[in-house]
C-alpha cells in the first residue's frame, strides 16, 4: 500500500511528489491527462520555437521557489519592465508621450486607490468599488487601466472580484521570463517521479485507508493530496465519500475559475516580422462598454510570434465561439495597429490558441475569490480531512502567491510535509 495518493501532476503534484521522496514516503501521481505540468505547458511543436501555453513568468522571483530551480538547471532568463508599452493606440492614432504618462499614471492611480481602500475597515467590496472609473472622477484612461490590471491580468471583471483577495494576493517585484519555456522547467522537475498518465480519478473514499477508484482499478494509500484546479472540484469530476464538508465546499465554490487566453499569431521565419524589438507590448485605449482590447507581446526572445491576450467574459466568449472565432478576433485586434495586410503577411501561419477554459481537466486558467471570500484559500489550505489523512493543494490554496506556479509549487510542498507529520503521528500512536 502507498504511503501517499497525489491526484494531479501539476505544479503542486510534482512538488508534493518530490517532497515526499525526500521524507521518505511512497507515493503514486495520478494524472487525467497524456502529460505532466497541468497549467505550465511548453509546446515546440506547432510553433517551431516554445510557446508557453499557460504560465510565463516568474513572479516575485525574488521569493519564488522556481527561481533556483531554475538556475540549478541552467534556464535562460530575461527580464523586462513591467507595463512597458512600445506603441500605444487611441483610436486609430499612436498616443503622445503625454498621452502615454496620462495611461501610466491612470494605472498607477487604479493600484494606488485599490490599496488604499483596502486598508480602511470595513466589509469586502468587488474591486470595481474601489477604484477610478471613466466619467465618475477618473482620468480617461480609467477604463482601460481596469480592462488591463483586471479583466486581463486577473482574468475577471473587477466587478466581480474581491479587493480584499487582490491585494493579499498582489503581486510585485521581479518578473522574468523562461527563454526554454515555464512548461519545459516543470515538466523537467517531473522526471523520475512516479507518475501514472492518463488515469482519471473518479472517487476518493476516506475510510481507514483512502481509496482512490481510476479508470484503471482502485489505488490503496495510507493518505492523498488532491491539486486538481477548483473548477474541476466544484464540477463534481472527483466524487468524495464521504461528502466534503459545507466549509470545504463553501471555500472551493468561492474560488471560481478565471480565464487568461492567448493566441498566438506566427510568422514565417525568425526575427521579428513587424520590424519591432523583442518583448514589444502593445495596447489601446478602451472605446466604450463594449470595447474589450487585446494586450499584445510582441517577438519575445526574438521569435516570429505575436501573442495576444485576453482574460475575463471577452476570453469565456471566444472560448466558447472556439479557436477559429479567436484567431479572426486577434488578427482585427492586431490589424488597429498594422493594417490587415501587413498583420496576413507577417504571420501567415495559423495560430495557436489556448483552450483553458474548454479543457475539462482544468476548466478555466487560475482562481480568483469571490466578493467575501478572501479567506477561502487559507480554509481549502488548511482543510485536514479524513484525520489530517485527505488535503488539498495547488494555486486557489496559496494565500499570498495565488494563480502562480511558485504558489501551487509551495503548497504541494507543505501539502506533503502535513501529510508527512500526520502520518508519523499516527504510527506513534
Known sequence: ML???IIGAGAAGIAAARRCGELGLTCLVLEAGARPGGRAFTESDSLGAPFDHGASWVHVAEHNPMTPLAAALGFTRFDGPRRQREILLIGDRRATAEERRAHDAACDAWEAAAEARAAEPGPDIPIAAAVPRDGHGGSPWAATASHWLGSIICGVEPERNSLRDYIDTG?????????????TLVARLAEGLPIRLASPVRRIRAGRIITVETAGGAIEARAAIVTVS????????????????PAVEAAIAGLPMALLSKIALRGGGPGSPLGLPPFARLGRQVQGPADRPMSWMIAPFGR????????????WDLSRRGPAAAEAAARADLARFFGAETVARAFPEPAVVTDWGENPLFLGAYTYARVGQAGARRLLAEAALADGRLRFAGEACHARYAGTVGGAWASGIAAAEATAATLAGSVAA
Open 3 to 5: 504511503d501517499v495518493a
Open 171 to 183: 503581486l510585485d517585484g521581479e518578473n522574468p521570463q523562461l527563454a526554454e519555456g515555464f512548461g
Open 230 to 245: 477548483t473548477g474541476v472540484l466544484a464540477a463534481g469530476t472527483i466524487a468524495f465519500e464521504p461528502g466534503l464538508p
Open 304 to 315: 516570429d510570434q505575436a501573442i495576444g491576450f485576453i482574460g475575463g467574459e471577452a476570453a
